[in-house]
C-alpha cells in the first residue's frame, strides 16, 4: 500500500506555515519544508523561517540543512524529502509538506531524472564564453540545439541556459531528451490541499507589509552578516533569492533601499502569480480561499475524515 502524505500548497504569504502549526497542535503530523530558501542555513528573516523557539517544539524537516555557500539542488531536495517522509512514518505520523516551491512538488509528482553531475570545467568554460559573447548570445546557441528546453528557459536566465548546455556537453543530449524519461519516482498517495486567494489585491497587501516587517525586523543586518563569510556573495544562488537579491543590490550601492523594497514587492508579486498559475493548472479538490473564515478548522476536519484519525 503506497504512502499517504498530505501537501499543503499554496502562494507566498498565504499563511501556510501558520495553518500547519494550528493543524499539528491536535493531529499526528510532522512538517517538512517544500521551501527552496530555507533550506539554508542564516537566511531567516527575508525566507521567513519559522523562529528558533517555533522550531525547538515544531521540529521541521529540510530547514536549515545546507551552508548558503553551497547549491542546494532539486536532485538532494528528492532525496531528503524522501528520507523526512520515511522517518516521520517510522513514528507512526503523517508527513505534511508544506510550501510553495512548485519545482519541487513537481518533482514529487512526476520523478526524477537520471541528469549528471555538474563539471566545473565545462561550468567555467560556458561562463567565459558568456564573458565573451552574452548569456543571450548562449540562449541563441542552446535554441539550435535544444529548442524544447531553450523555449522554457528566458534569455537572460544564466543558471538555466548553463545547465542546459552543460548537459549537452557532458552527455551529448539535450536535456529535453532526460524529461522524457524520469526515474526513481516514489508511489506516495498525495492528499493536496491548497490554497488560493480570491483576493489578489489583499495578497499583495500582505506580500507588502511582510517586506516592511523584514526589513524592520534586521533583514539588512542579516544579509550584511552573511556576506562577511569569505565564501559567500551577491552571486551564490541562495543569495539570488527574492529579498536577499535586492537587499544585496542596496548594501552594494547599485540600488537606493526604497528601489530594493519595491524591487523585492514585485518580484514577490509575480511569484505568486507563478504560483496561483501553476496550482490552477492542477485542478486540486481540496482548494481554499485563504481569506475564508475557519480556514483551519476546515482542513483540520477534511484531514480528520479523510484519515479516519
Known amino acids: ?29 510532522e512538517i517538512v519544508s517544500v521551501d527552496s530558501v530555507m533550506v539554508y542555513r542564516g537566511l531567516n528573516i527575508g525566507s521567513a523561517k519559522p523562529n ?11 530547514i536549515n540543512i545546507s551552508d548558503p555557500e553551497n547549491n542546494y539542488s532539486v536532485g538532494k531536495f528528492f532525496k531528503d524529502v524522501n528520507k523526512a517522509i520515511q522517518v516521520i512514518t517510522e513514528k507512526n505520523k503523517i ?25 566545473d570545467e565545462i561550468r567555467e568554460k560556458i561562463e567565459h564564453q558568456a564573458e565573451t559573447i552574452g548569456w543571450p548570445e548562449l540562449h541563441k546557441r542552446l535554441l539550435k540545439i535544444d529548442p524544447i528546453s531553450a523555449a522554457k528557459i528566458k534569455p537572460n536566465d544564466k543558471q538555466r541556459i548553463q545547465r542546459a548546455l552543460e548537459v549537452i556537453e557532458l552527455t551529448g543530449k539535450p536535456l529535453s531528451e532526460f524529461f522524457k524519461d524520469r526515474h526513481n519516482h516514489q508511489d506516495y498517495n498525495f492528499f493536496n490541499i491548497s490554497l488560493f486567494p480570491t483576493n489578489r489585491d489583499r495578497l499583495y497587501q500582505r506580500i507588502n507589509s511582510r517586506f516592511s516587517k523584514m526589513l524592520s525586523d534586521g533583514l539588512i543586518d542579516e544579509v550584511k552578516g552573511l556576506l562577511t563569510s569569505p565564501d559567500l556573495s551577491s552571486s551564490n544562488n541562495s ?15 547599485k540600488s537606493s ?19 496561483v498559475t501553476w496550482l490552477r493548472s492542477l485542478k486540486d479538490h481540496n482548494s481554499y480561499n485563504i481569506f475564508e473564515k475557519n480556514l483551519v478548522k476546515k482542513i483540520h476536519n477534511l484531514i480528520y475524515q479523510e484519515f479516519k484519525l
Open 257 to 275: 533601499l526604497e528601489a530594493a523594497e519595491q524591487n523585492a514587492t514585485m518580484a514577490t508579486r509575480r511569484l505568486a502569480k507563478r504560483q
Open 52 to 62: 528558533q523557539e517555533i522550531l525547538d517544539q515544531y521540529p521541521h524537516h529540510l
Open 95 to 119: 508527513p505534511i509538506l508544506v510550501g510553495g516551491t512548485m519545482m519541487y512538488f513537481n518533482i514529487l509528482l512526476k520523478g526524477l531524472s537520471n541528469l549528471p553531475s555538474s563539471d
Open 239 to 253: 543569495m539570488k533569492s527574492i529579498g536577499y537579491r535586492e537587499i544585496c543590490a542596496f548594501i552594494e550601492n
Open 1 to 29: 500500500m503506497s504512502q499517504k502524505v498530505i501537501t499543503l500548497r499554496g502562494p507566498t504569504a498565504s499563511g501556510k506555515t501558520d495553518i500547519a502549526l494550528s493543524l499539528i497542535e491536535d493531529l499526528p503530523l
